[in-house]
Protein backbone atom coordinates (compact mmCIF):
# COMPACT_ATOMS: atom_id res chain seq x y z
CA UNK A 1 0.00 0.00 0.00
CA UNK A 2 1.31 3.65 -1.20
CA UNK A 3 1.40 6.41 1.59
CA UNK A 4 0.05 9.06 0.84
CA UNK A 5 2.01 12.29 0.66
CA UNK A 6 1.27 15.49 1.90
CA UNK A 7 1.30 18.77 0.00
CA UNK A 8 4.15 20.80 0.17
CA UNK A 9 4.01 22.61 -2.76
CA UNK A 10 4.20 26.15 -1.67
CA UNK A 11 7.59 24.82 0.60
CA UNK A 12 8.91 23.74 -2.79
CA UNK A 13 8.75 26.97 -4.41
CA UNK A 14 9.83 28.86 -1.94
CA UNK A 15 13.17 26.58 -1.48
CA UNK A 16 13.08 27.39 -5.51
CA UNK A 17 13.03 30.86 -5.14
CA UNK A 18 15.84 30.87 -2.51
CA UNK A 19 18.43 28.69 -4.91
CA UNK A 20 17.92 29.74 -8.37
CA UNK A 21 16.10 32.99 -8.20
CA UNK A 22 19.62 35.79 -9.00
CA UNK A 23 20.02 37.88 -5.90
CA UNK A 24 18.94 41.67 -7.24
CA UNK A 25 21.62 44.27 -6.60
CA UNK A 26 20.23 46.81 -3.93
CA UNK A 27 19.38 50.03 -5.63
CA UNK A 28 21.78 53.15 -4.09
CA UNK A 29 20.55 55.57 -2.63
CA UNK A 30 21.43 59.12 -4.32
CA UNK A 31 21.71 60.57 -0.56
CA UNK A 32 23.58 57.57 1.31
CA UNK A 33 26.77 59.08 1.12
CA UNK A 34 26.58 62.42 2.82
CA UNK A 35 30.11 63.66 2.46
CA UNK A 36 33.23 62.54 1.84
CA UNK A 37 36.27 63.49 4.52
CA UNK A 38 38.83 63.41 1.66
CA UNK A 39 37.45 65.57 -0.85
CA UNK A 40 37.38 63.35 -3.43
CA UNK A 41 33.53 64.15 -4.33
CA UNK A 42 31.34 66.84 -3.86
CA UNK A 43 30.24 67.47 -0.34
CA UNK A 44 25.91 67.44 0.09
CA UNK A 45 24.02 66.95 3.44
CA UNK A 46 19.95 65.98 3.64
CA UNK A 47 17.51 68.65 3.02
CA UNK A 48 16.72 68.65 6.95
CA UNK A 49 19.93 69.37 7.91
CA UNK A 50 20.38 72.21 5.37
CA UNK A 51 16.83 73.65 7.05
CA UNK A 52 18.22 73.02 10.10
CA UNK A 53 21.43 74.84 9.72
CA UNK A 54 20.26 77.75 8.02
CA UNK A 55 17.50 77.86 10.89
CA UNK A 56 19.93 78.16 13.68
CA UNK A 57 22.50 80.71 14.82
CA UNK A 58 25.71 79.16 13.49
CA UNK A 59 25.66 81.47 10.66
CA UNK A 60 24.21 84.98 11.52
CA UNK A 61 23.64 86.23 7.93
CA UNK A 62 22.54 83.10 6.33
CA UNK A 63 19.84 82.48 9.06
CA UNK A 64 18.55 86.14 8.44
CA UNK A 65 18.66 85.47 4.47
CA UNK A 66 16.59 81.89 5.97
CA UNK A 67 14.34 84.09 7.67
CA UNK A 68 13.75 86.86 4.80
CA UNK A 69 15.78 90.02 6.55
CA UNK A 70 17.44 92.61 3.62
CA UNK A 71 19.19 93.47 6.26
CA UNK A 72 22.74 92.82 5.41
CA UNK A 73 22.16 93.41 1.66
CA UNK A 74 21.69 97.13 2.18
CA UNK A 75 17.26 96.46 1.24
CA UNK A 76 18.13 95.28 -1.91
CA UNK A 77 16.21 91.68 -2.18
CA UNK A 78 17.59 90.69 -5.49
CA UNK A 79 21.38 90.84 -4.04
CA UNK A 80 20.03 89.02 -1.20
CA UNK A 81 18.11 86.18 -3.20
CA UNK A 82 21.50 85.59 -4.87
CA UNK A 83 23.36 85.33 -1.15
CA UNK A 84 20.89 82.64 -0.31
CA UNK A 85 20.98 80.54 -3.70
CA UNK A 86 25.26 81.18 -3.02
CA UNK A 87 24.75 79.48 0.75
CA UNK A 88 22.38 76.61 -0.83
CA UNK A 89 25.01 75.45 -3.13
CA UNK A 90 27.81 76.34 -0.85
CA UNK A 91 26.22 73.46 1.79
CA UNK A 92 24.57 71.52 -1.03
CA UNK A 93 28.19 70.75 -2.28
CA UNK A 94 27.56 71.61 -6.20
CA UNK A 95 25.22 74.22 -8.52
CA UNK A 96 22.05 71.58 -8.03
CA UNK A 97 19.65 73.87 -9.07
CA UNK A 98 16.74 71.91 -8.80
CA UNK A 99 17.31 71.12 -5.25
CA UNK A 100 18.31 74.78 -4.45
CA UNK A 101 15.22 76.16 -6.19
CA UNK A 102 13.03 73.50 -3.68
CA UNK A 103 14.90 74.41 -0.89
CA UNK A 104 14.84 78.45 -1.72
CA UNK A 105 10.60 78.40 -1.94
CA UNK A 106 10.85 77.28 2.12
CA UNK A 107 12.55 80.38 2.84
CA UNK A 108 11.38 83.81 3.59
CA UNK A 109 12.45 85.13 0.69
CA UNK A 110 10.09 83.42 -1.67
CA UNK A 111 8.03 85.15 -3.02
CA UNK A 112 5.92 85.46 -6.51
CA UNK A 113 8.57 87.45 -8.36
CA UNK A 114 10.47 84.09 -8.25
CA UNK A 115 8.18 82.46 -10.60
CA UNK A 116 7.36 85.71 -12.69
CA UNK A 117 8.89 85.48 -16.85
CA UNK A 118 11.77 87.82 -16.72
CA UNK A 119 13.27 86.82 -20.18
CA UNK A 120 12.27 86.79 -24.05
CA UNK A 121 13.10 83.04 -23.78
CA UNK A 122 10.49 82.40 -21.24
CA UNK A 123 13.06 81.99 -18.32
CA UNK A 124 11.49 82.86 -14.84
CA UNK A 125 13.66 85.36 -12.55
CA UNK A 126 14.30 82.08 -10.05
CA UNK A 127 15.65 80.25 -13.21
CA UNK A 128 17.86 83.23 -14.41
CA UNK A 129 18.79 83.65 -10.87
CA UNK A 130 19.66 80.34 -10.19
CA UNK A 131 22.07 80.08 -13.22
CA UNK A 132 23.68 83.60 -13.18
CA UNK A 133 24.69 82.40 -9.26
CA UNK A 134 25.88 79.30 -10.50
CA UNK A 135 28.06 80.57 -13.23
CA UNK A 136 29.61 83.15 -10.52
CA UNK A 137 29.62 80.01 -7.75
CA UNK A 138 33.09 78.81 -9.13
CA UNK A 139 34.46 76.04 -6.62
CA UNK A 140 33.10 77.64 -3.82
CA UNK A 141 30.94 74.47 -2.03
CA UNK A 142 31.49 73.32 1.75
CA UNK A 143 34.40 71.25 2.66
CA UNK A 144 34.17 68.92 5.12
CA UNK A 145 36.59 68.44 7.87
CA UNK A 146 37.83 64.75 9.16
CA UNK A 147 35.83 63.55 12.05
CA UNK A 148 39.00 64.11 14.21
CA UNK A 149 38.76 67.73 13.94
CA UNK A 150 37.77 69.58 16.85
CA UNK A 151 35.22 71.32 15.07
CA UNK A 152 33.21 68.53 14.17
CA UNK A 153 29.82 68.31 15.23
CA UNK A 154 28.24 64.44 14.36
CA UNK A 155 23.87 64.41 14.67
CA UNK A 156 22.55 61.68 16.46
CA UNK A 157 22.15 58.32 15.12
CA UNK A 158 25.28 58.70 13.68
CA UNK A 159 24.18 59.17 9.97
CA UNK A 160 25.75 62.24 8.89
CA UNK A 161 28.62 64.80 10.29
CA UNK A 162 28.45 68.42 9.65
CA UNK A 163 31.04 71.38 10.59
CA UNK A 164 28.53 73.30 13.14
CA UNK A 165 31.31 75.95 13.46
CA UNK A 166 32.20 77.19 10.79
CA UNK A 167 32.00 80.72 11.76
CA UNK A 168 36.07 81.49 13.14
CA UNK A 169 34.73 83.79 15.88
CA UNK A 170 32.75 81.03 17.24
CA UNK A 171 35.75 78.52 17.39
CA UNK A 172 38.13 81.59 19.19
CA UNK A 173 35.04 81.33 21.78
CA UNK A 174 35.46 77.87 22.81
CA UNK A 175 38.63 77.54 25.05
CA UNK A 176 39.09 74.35 24.23
CA UNK A 177 39.33 74.84 20.14
CA UNK A 178 41.26 77.52 20.86
CA UNK A 179 44.20 75.71 22.78
CA UNK A 180 43.98 73.26 19.77
CA UNK A 181 46.64 73.09 16.78
CA UNK A 182 43.35 74.50 14.89
CA UNK A 183 42.77 77.27 17.20
CA UNK A 184 46.25 78.55 17.22
CA UNK A 185 46.73 78.74 13.21
CA UNK A 186 43.33 80.08 13.32
CA UNK A 187 44.37 82.94 15.68
CA UNK A 188 47.80 83.04 13.82
CA UNK A 189 45.81 83.60 10.11
CA UNK A 190 43.44 86.47 11.75
CA UNK A 191 46.85 88.45 13.96
CA UNK A 192 49.06 88.32 10.84
CA UNK A 193 47.16 89.02 7.51
CA UNK A 194 44.54 90.48 9.39
CA UNK A 195 41.66 89.61 6.73
CA UNK A 196 38.90 92.18 5.86
CA UNK A 197 37.30 90.48 2.69
CA UNK A 198 37.27 88.04 0.57
CA UNK A 199 38.17 87.60 -3.68
CA UNK A 200 37.05 84.63 -4.78
CA UNK A 201 38.80 82.06 -3.30
CA UNK A 202 41.44 83.98 -1.17
CA UNK A 203 41.64 86.78 1.40
CA UNK A 204 42.80 90.29 1.23
CA UNK A 205 45.23 91.29 3.66
CA UNK A 206 44.96 94.55 5.34
CA UNK A 207 48.59 94.43 6.65
CA UNK A 208 50.01 93.42 3.39
CA UNK A 209 47.53 95.06 1.19
CA UNK A 210 47.13 92.19 -1.65
CA UNK A 211 45.38 89.12 -1.94
CA UNK A 212 46.96 86.03 0.12
CA UNK A 213 45.51 82.82 -1.17
CA UNK A 214 45.58 79.17 0.41
CA UNK A 215 48.64 77.86 -1.04
CA UNK A 216 50.51 80.79 0.38
CA UNK A 217 49.26 80.91 4.01
CA UNK A 218 49.28 77.32 4.50
CA UNK A 219 52.62 76.42 2.63
CA UNK A 220 54.83 76.25 6.03
CA UNK A 221 54.72 77.94 9.37
CA UNK A 222 57.03 80.20 11.09
CA UNK A 223 58.91 79.41 13.62
CA UNK A 224 57.57 81.18 16.08
CA UNK A 225 54.25 79.68 15.03
CA UNK A 226 55.62 76.25 15.79
CA UNK A 227 56.31 77.34 19.13
CA UNK A 228 52.98 77.91 19.75
CA UNK A 229 52.19 74.26 18.35
CA UNK A 230 53.94 72.27 20.34
CA UNK A 231 52.01 73.57 23.57
CA UNK A 232 48.64 72.34 21.60
CA UNK A 233 46.44 69.91 23.53
CA UNK A 234 46.32 68.08 20.20
CA UNK A 235 50.08 68.25 19.21
CA UNK A 236 51.89 65.49 17.79
CA UNK A 237 53.67 62.93 20.22
CA UNK A 238 55.97 60.14 20.34
CA UNK A 239 55.66 56.77 22.37
CA UNK A 240 56.81 57.98 25.36
CA UNK A 241 54.14 61.07 25.55
CA UNK A 242 56.49 63.87 24.97
CA UNK A 243 56.06 66.43 22.16
CA UNK A 244 57.58 65.09 18.51
CA UNK A 245 58.78 68.58 17.42
CA UNK A 246 59.59 66.85 13.78
CA UNK A 247 56.22 66.13 13.30
CA UNK A 248 54.95 69.80 13.67
CA UNK A 249 55.49 71.16 10.64
CA UNK A 250 53.60 68.28 8.89
CA UNK A 251 50.55 69.36 12.00
CA UNK A 252 50.69 73.10 10.47
CA UNK A 253 50.02 71.62 7.31
CA UNK A 254 47.13 69.07 8.36
CA UNK A 255 45.12 71.99 9.98
CA UNK A 256 45.59 75.07 8.13
CA UNK A 257 43.84 74.06 5.31
CA UNK A 258 40.60 73.66 7.92
CA UNK A 259 41.50 76.97 9.49
CA UNK A 260 42.07 78.94 6.00
CA UNK A 261 38.33 77.50 4.46
CA UNK A 262 36.75 78.39 8.08
CA UNK A 263 37.90 81.80 8.19
CA UNK A 264 37.43 82.77 4.40
CA UNK A 265 34.26 81.54 4.94
CA UNK A 266 33.24 84.04 7.36
CA UNK A 267 34.55 86.86 5.29
CA UNK A 268 31.97 89.41 2.78
CA UNK A 269 33.12 89.82 -0.66
CA UNK A 270 34.97 93.16 -1.99
CA UNK A 271 31.44 94.29 -3.38
CA UNK A 272 28.96 93.54 -0.47
CA UNK A 273 31.18 94.82 2.82
CA UNK A 274 30.75 98.68 3.72
CA UNK A 275 34.23 98.34 5.04
CA UNK A 276 36.50 100.62 2.77
CA UNK A 277 40.57 99.12 3.12
CA UNK A 278 42.73 102.33 2.40
CA UNK A 279 45.12 99.84 0.19
CA UNK A 280 42.73 98.32 -1.19
CA UNK A 281 40.62 101.64 -2.21
CA UNK A 282 44.22 103.04 -3.97
CA UNK A 283 44.65 99.54 -5.57
CA UNK A 284 41.48 99.62 -7.46
CA UNK A 285 41.35 103.53 -8.24
CA UNK A 286 45.02 102.89 -9.77
CA UNK A 287 44.05 99.88 -11.95
CA UNK A 288 40.94 102.40 -13.31
CA UNK A 289 43.05 105.48 -14.02
CA UNK A 290 45.86 103.24 -15.35
CA UNK A 291 43.37 101.93 -18.20
CA UNK A 292 41.92 105.15 -18.70
CA UNK A 293 45.47 106.79 -18.85
CA UNK A 294 46.54 103.95 -21.69
CA UNK A 295 47.05 105.74 -24.98
CA UNK A 296 45.63 104.09 -28.09
CA UNK A 297 46.13 105.48 -31.39
CA UNK A 298 42.54 106.86 -33.71
CA UNK A 299 42.27 108.29 -36.92
CA UNK A 300 40.74 112.19 -36.89
CA UNK A 301 39.96 114.52 -39.38
CA UNK A 302 41.85 117.26 -40.16
CA UNK A 303 40.26 120.41 -42.23
CA UNK A 304 42.86 121.95 -44.56
CA UNK A 305 41.23 124.51 -46.13
CA UNK A 306 38.01 125.11 -47.67
CA UNK A 307 36.21 122.17 -48.66
CA UNK A 308 39.79 119.94 -47.73
CA UNK A 309 40.02 117.32 -45.25
CA UNK A 310 42.74 114.51 -44.01
CA UNK A 311 42.72 112.34 -42.31
CA UNK A 312 45.38 112.08 -39.50
CA UNK A 313 46.61 109.02 -37.06
CA UNK A 314 47.38 110.13 -33.04
CA UNK A 315 48.43 108.70 -30.66
CA UNK A 316 46.37 110.07 -27.52
CA UNK A 317 45.71 108.28 -23.85
CA UNK A 318 41.68 107.06 -23.81
CA UNK A 319 41.28 110.30 -21.24
CA UNK A 320 42.60 112.84 -24.05
CA UNK A 321 39.99 111.23 -26.90
CA UNK A 322 37.13 111.82 -24.28
CA UNK A 323 38.15 115.17 -24.14
CA UNK A 324 38.68 115.55 -27.78
CA UNK A 325 35.41 113.72 -28.74
CA UNK A 326 33.22 114.98 -26.05
CA UNK A 327 30.49 117.61 -27.40
CA UNK A 328 27.23 119.06 -25.19
CA UNK A 329 24.30 117.02 -25.52
CA UNK A 330 23.78 112.68 -25.90
CA UNK A 331 26.32 110.72 -24.98
CA UNK A 332 29.08 109.67 -27.61
CA UNK A 333 30.20 106.72 -27.67
CA UNK A 334 34.77 106.55 -28.20
CA UNK A 335 34.99 104.32 -31.30
CA UNK A 336 34.69 100.65 -30.80
CA UNK A 337 35.80 101.43 -27.20
CA UNK A 338 33.44 100.68 -24.05
CA UNK A 339 33.46 104.23 -23.33
CA UNK A 340 31.26 107.49 -23.98
CA UNK A 341 31.50 110.98 -23.06
CA UNK A 342 30.40 114.31 -23.24
CA UNK A 343 30.37 117.38 -22.17
CA UNK A 344 28.27 120.24 -20.41
CA UNK A 345 30.32 123.46 -21.27
CA UNK A 346 32.62 124.83 -23.08
CA UNK A 347 35.09 124.50 -20.78
CA UNK A 348 37.16 121.37 -21.21
CA UNK A 349 38.11 119.52 -19.18
CA UNK A 350 35.90 120.66 -16.58
CA UNK A 351 32.71 120.25 -17.97
CA UNK A 352 33.74 116.75 -19.41
CA UNK A 353 31.57 113.77 -18.47
CA UNK A 354 33.15 110.15 -18.71
CA UNK A 355 31.38 106.97 -18.60
CA UNK A 356 32.70 103.13 -18.98
CA UNK A 357 32.15 99.51 -18.81
CA UNK A 358 34.21 96.83 -17.69
CA UNK A 359 34.53 95.25 -21.03
CA UNK A 360 36.79 98.45 -21.40
CA UNK A 361 39.37 96.72 -19.47
CA UNK A 362 39.41 93.39 -21.81
CA UNK A 363 40.09 95.84 -24.86
CA UNK A 364 42.75 97.84 -24.18
CA UNK A 365 44.51 96.29 -20.45
CA UNK A 366 44.52 92.80 -20.59
CA UNK A 367 46.75 92.91 -17.46
CA UNK A 368 44.38 94.45 -15.06
CA UNK A 369 42.52 92.39 -12.63
CA UNK A 370 39.47 94.31 -13.36
CA UNK A 371 39.06 92.19 -15.98
CA UNK A 372 37.67 89.27 -14.11
CA UNK A 373 34.57 91.42 -12.61
CA UNK A 374 31.17 91.10 -13.94
CA UNK A 375 29.31 94.70 -14.46
CA UNK A 376 27.34 94.30 -11.10
CA UNK A 377 30.17 93.78 -9.35
CA UNK A 378 32.31 96.56 -11.07
CA UNK A 379 29.70 99.07 -10.53
CA UNK A 380 29.32 98.14 -6.63
CA UNK A 381 33.47 98.31 -6.53
CA UNK A 382 33.15 101.78 -8.53
CA UNK A 383 30.03 103.23 -5.98
CA UNK A 384 32.13 102.02 -2.49
CA UNK A 385 35.51 103.56 -3.48
CA UNK A 386 33.99 106.76 -5.07
CA UNK A 387 35.54 106.19 -8.79
CA UNK A 388 31.75 106.53 -9.60
CA UNK A 389 28.05 105.31 -10.25
CA UNK A 390 25.73 103.42 -11.99
CA UNK A 391 24.00 104.92 -14.96
CA UNK A 392 23.05 104.69 -18.87
CA UNK A 393 24.89 105.60 -21.76
CA UNK A 394 23.05 105.01 -25.49
CA UNK A 395 21.41 102.42 -24.01
CA UNK A 396 23.70 100.40 -22.59
CA UNK A 397 24.10 99.91 -18.41
CA UNK A 398 27.34 101.72 -17.47
CA UNK A 399 29.12 103.77 -14.82
CA UNK A 400 29.82 107.43 -15.21
CA UNK A 401 32.88 108.19 -13.44
CA UNK A 402 32.85 111.23 -10.47
CA UNK A 403 34.08 114.91 -11.41
CA UNK A 404 36.25 114.40 -8.41
CA UNK A 405 38.29 111.43 -9.94
CA UNK A 406 37.79 112.99 -13.52
CA UNK A 407 39.83 115.98 -11.32
CA UNK A 408 42.66 113.39 -10.25
CA UNK A 409 42.73 111.95 -13.42
CA UNK A 410 42.90 115.30 -15.49
CA UNK A 411 45.65 116.63 -12.66
CA UNK A 412 48.82 116.90 -14.30
CA UNK A 413 52.07 116.09 -11.56
CA UNK A 414 52.53 119.93 -11.07
CA UNK A 415 48.94 120.36 -10.32
CA UNK A 416 45.50 121.30 -12.16
CA UNK A 417 46.06 122.13 -16.21
CA UNK A 418 45.98 125.97 -15.76
CA UNK A 419 45.21 127.52 -19.57
CA UNK A 420 46.58 126.66 -23.02
CA UNK A 421 45.62 123.08 -24.50
CA UNK A 422 43.66 121.19 -22.30
CA UNK A 423 44.66 117.72 -23.08
CA UNK A 424 47.33 115.42 -20.97
CA UNK A 425 49.66 116.21 -24.44
CA UNK A 426 48.95 120.26 -24.27
CA UNK A 427 50.03 119.96 -20.18
CA UNK A 428 53.30 118.28 -21.29
CA UNK A 429 53.82 120.81 -23.88
CA UNK A 430 53.05 123.63 -21.79
CA UNK A 431 55.18 122.18 -19.22
CA UNK A 432 58.43 122.16 -21.73
CA UNK A 433 57.84 125.78 -22.82
CA UNK A 434 57.84 126.74 -19.25
CA UNK A 435 61.11 124.66 -18.64
CA UNK A 436 62.42 126.42 -21.78
CA UNK A 437 61.77 129.87 -20.91
CA UNK A 438 63.33 129.46 -17.47
CA UNK A 439 66.39 128.31 -18.59
CA UNK A 440 66.55 130.66 -21.28
CA UNK A 441 66.12 133.33 -18.68
Known amino acids: MTPELPDRQGQLDRLCDLVFTAKQPKAK??????????????????????????????????????????????????????????????????CDQARADRLFRMSGLMRDKWDEKHSGDGRTYGQMTLEKQAAQQGA??????????????????????????TNGSQCDADPAIATTGYGIILAFFKQEYQPTFRRGQSWYSASQGRDVKQGEACNAAPHHLILKLAQASDAPRDQQGNVARHKLPQFFRTWAPVAYVDLLATLEFEDQ??????????????????????????????????NCETMESERRSLLDWCCAFAKPGQWKKV?????????????????????????????????????????????????????????????????EVSPEFLAELFSDVNGQFDGGDQTHAGARENERQRVQNGAST
Not at 29 to 34: D, E, F, G, I, Q
Not at 374 to 388: D, H, I, S
Open 29 to 94: SRTAKVFRSDGATASGLFDQEIIAYLESDRDLKASALWRGSLAYHDRDASRADMALIAKVYWLIGS
Open 140 to 165: DFYLPTPRSSPIYNSHAGGESGVNSE
Open 273 to 306: TAEVVEPARNEFRGQVAAVLHTLVTLGRRQEQGK
Open 335 to 399: RSYWCWCRTDGPNKPANVRVALRCDLFEQIHRGSGLTRLGRTKFARLCTLYGVGTPSRACGERVV
